[in-house]
């Protein structure tokens, strides 16, 4: 069964920095494009930050400078590094594969929640 794993979240203040970890199960990171997903309370699930098989990266406008995706295909895990974090990054965040609409079993995320 596929199946992922997030971990790494917590309360900081803004400005901090956060890794969050996505241990993966039975998904090939080298035959699949994985993101990192985040939903803020009360809105919709939406993609922040992807990368292809062959790795490259993608990034929404509202992360893009400050968080990296990178993969470790022999874990297998995904990991997304998170700096300067600001209080409208506060969010459950998934991992999963790409595109969404094609994605595997969700797991239960790991709490973001930034402080001002």
């Known amino acids: 069964q596929e199946r992922v794993m997030e971990s790494g979240g917590g309360l900081v203040q803004a400005g901090e920095s956060l890794t969050l970890t996505c241990k993966t199960t039975?998904?090939?990171?080298?035959?699949?494009?994985m993101g990192w997903y985040r939903q803020p309370p009360g809105k919709e699930r939406e993609l922040v930050a992807s990368?292809?098989?062959?790795?490259?990266?993608a990034y929404a406008d509202s992360v893009a400078g400050r968080f990296t995706i990178s993969k470790d295909e022999l874990g297998p895990t995904v990991y997304l590094q998170m700096n300067n974090l600001e209080p409208e990054d506060t969010a459950i965040y998934y991992c999963n594969t790409i595109p969404q609409s094609l994605a595997r079993n969700w797991g239960q995320g790991t709490q973001v929640t930034v402080s001002s």
């Open positions: 039975n998904i090939n990171l080298r035959k699949n494009g």
């Open positions: 990368m292809t098989r062959g790795g490259t990266t």
